[in-house]
């Protein structure tokens, strides 16, 4: 079975917002290939606002969540693989749930280990079967 993952985030993400509540994404930090504001990250963790008014094109998929925002006044492509997100909260009352490890996330991390320690030049072990993230990240512009 594919992770309920994204389709758990997307309906709180929906959720919170019709009932006028400010999304919080909980991201961890040290899963590979996530990109966030570095300054920002506290204890390997990082607390991203992702209410329509504070990002840009804001993408959920069964891969990844991406999307534009400022921090500190300067413009960042934000891409979290879907193994990274911890949990989704309303900032104002905390209304939201804290995701479960996964087995196909937890496989997905080893192989994104394995493939950081590789060689740059070392073949990925992942098929195109795979249900979880894929190396790399979109093409995905900034938006200013």
Do not use: C
């Not at 992702?50 to 094109?57: C, K, R, Y």
């Not at 069964?62 to 193994?83: D, T």
């Not at 990274?84 to 009352?93: D, K, L």
């Amino acid at each position: 079975m594919t992770p309920s993952r994204p389709y758990v985030l997307r309906a709180f993400y929906d959720w919170l917002l019709d009932n006028d509540l400010t999304p919080h994404l909980l991201v961890n930090a040290e899963v590979p290939h996530t990109e966030v504001p570095r300054q920002y990250v506290n204890d390997g963790q990082i607390v991203l606002n992702i209410s329509p008014t504070a990002v840009v094109g804001l993408h959920m998929d069964n891969e990844a969540v991406s999307f534009s925002a400022r921090f500190g006044g300067q413009p960042l492509q934000v891409y979290i693989p879907m193994a990274a997100v911890v949990a989704i909260q309303a900032r104002e009352n905390g209304a939201g749930t804290f995701f479960p490890p996964e087995p196909a996330y937890e496989e997905w991390l080893e192989a994104a280990s394995r493939e950081e320690d590789a060689p740059s030049v070392a073949p990925s072990a992942k098929t195109d079967e795979s249900p979880v993230p894929k190396k790399g990240r979109p093409n995905l512009k900034v938006i200013k």
